[in-house]
């Protein structure tokens, strides 16, 4: 077992898409995940984190979900929901940035309606890269 986090899964949203793309890697910039459809849109919502217990909430209220319905754009093994805005932490070789935690959107309702009930305090946090860099799937998340 590692004594670090690490990623899980990696994903874009891209144009006339609502689905995620699963990806091996990820480049990250001042204005978040270069090619996903929300590059440079929003300073504070520009990398969405997901931690696997999200699933783990939503599977054990009934709710079978495939990673990246969450939205989010890193899937990682631990729950970090609970560190603070302005925390910073490494993935791999980048520093990230916690901006806000993530705000229920219509769009989980969509999925089922029970989802915003059941992660109304866990579906994850929003983070800028403090550094430019690239993410993998496997990279340790230093806390």
């Not at 978040?32 to 504070?44: L, Q």
């Not at 709710?63 to 560190?83: A, F, P, R």
């Not at 994850?124 to 230093?142: E, P, R, T």
């Amino acid at each position: 077992m590692s004594i670090n986090p690490r990623v899980l899964s990696l994903f874009i949203s891209v144009n006339d898409e609502n689905k995620r793309v699963q990806k091996e890697k990820l480049e990250l910039d001042e204005n978040g995940v270069v090619e996903d459809k929300f590059y440079a849109k929003n300073a504070n919502r520009l990398i969405l984190i997901t931690s696997i217990n999200a699933y783990s909430m939503a599977k054990d209220s009934g709710v079978d979900l495939e990673y990246g319905s969450l939205g989010e754009n890193i899937l990682i093994d631990k729950n970090i929901n609970d560190l603070i805005i302005g925390s910073q932490f490494k993935i791999g070789d980048l520093v990230l940035e916690i901006t806000q935690n993530c705000t229920l959107c219509k769009g989980l309702s969509s999925i089922d309606p029970k989802l915003p009930d059941i992660l109304k305090h866990d579906r994850g946090i929003f983070a800028k890269a403090v550094s430019n860099g690239v993410l993998k799937v496997g990279d340790s998340v230093i806390i």
